[in-house]
């Protein structure tokens, strides 16, 4: 039986089904005031009032049988040199009331609006909920739910961070072309006569014309035309991970920022300067990293969209330094780290969200 709350004021009564202790901390009325049944509920006909005074007869006639009940039972175990208690004894281990009658009085209303927030034994569910601007006009137009299972990693997994970026470059780095190759000394052309004298010239002993460090010498440790693979190997759902903690990373530290879309009016540098000064992004400020998920059958000319991004945002932001613009698909937390801010689309935080969830969403 759920319960019952009234539409004109914050008081809420528990059902007599639902029985609890009521400081403890699990309930979820604790912290708040309660209210007796008689300051709210006060009766108006007389019915109510002959049947609250009988009501009220028939307690205090059952508080003096027991009362005259705990003083025989307290005079009967002091002849017999046992010690009696006129109070109701209360077992702290099983917090159980003795009577049904103070099981009811526990029952009693709760006023939920001088509730505080306290720790509860059960966490509530986490809501980031972040504002929407306008690329524009850089205003607020709206907020938006971001999911806790992408953008609420907590604490942030730095190690799992590092093991990307290293990843990353390694595989920047990639394989070296083995038909690169460079001569030696030994394989140079030239003479093998001695220069000049050992002696008598004030200079420096020389050989031979081949050494590296001489013009048309030689190249130090050179390519040799082996296979040389820099890169390293990283699981999928670890580079996802990865990926989770950076954007939670950023929201941490309230360099993201969710807009509506990202298209710019002009493929001009100068249009696209004036909307990212209002944001304190672009040239001699804070760099910032673009990610759009921009696609065909939205846009109104095919011509609009190119690579997943605006056109016209990614020939303009061509001319300025420190932007980057990038497709949801290619997000990696080398970029996201590199630059300070980062702008997400709502296109690009749901098919992000998607596709980062899908293998958490598999394991569960």
Known sequence: MPARKSDESQ???????????????????????????????EPTDAAEVEAAARLKDAV?????VE??????????????????????????????????????????LFDLSTMQDVPRAIPLPQRLHVPV????????????????QT??????????????????????????????ITKTINTKRGSGRKVRPQKGGG?????HRRPPHWRGGAKAHGPKGKVQDYTTKLNKKVRKMGVRHALSQKLLEGNLIVTSDLASPSHKTRVLNEMLDRFNVGKGTDSALFIDDAKLEDAEDESTVYGGVDVNLRVASGNIQRIKVLNQMACNVYDMLKYKKLFLSLSAVASLEQRLEKD???NQ
């Open 60 to 64: 205090s006639s059952d508080a003096l």
């Open 203 to 207: 200079q420096a002993r020389a050989g």
């Open 133 to 148: 601007f306008d690329i524009k006009s850089a205003e607020e137009v709206g907020t938006f739910h971001l999911s806790p």
């Open 11 to 41: 008081i809420l009564e528990i059902p007599a089904n639902l029985i609890f202790h009521p400081k403890a901390k699990s309930s979820p009325f604790y912290g708040a005031d309660r209210v007796g049944k008689s300051e709210n509920s």
């Open 67 to 108: 009362e005259e009940s705990v003083e025989k039972s307290a005079t009967s175990a002091s002849e017999e040199g046992e010690v009696g208690y006129a109070e109701d004894d209360y077992d702290e281990d099983h917090d159980e009331y003795d009577s049904e009658e103070d099981e009811e009085e526990e029952r009693v």
């Open 151 to 180: 953008f609420g990693c907590s604490p942030v997994r730095v190690d799992i961070l590092q093991r990307c970026v290293v990843w990353q470059r390694n595989k920047k780095r990639g394989r070296r072309n083995p038909g690169a």
């Open 360 to 362: 958490l969403k598999m």
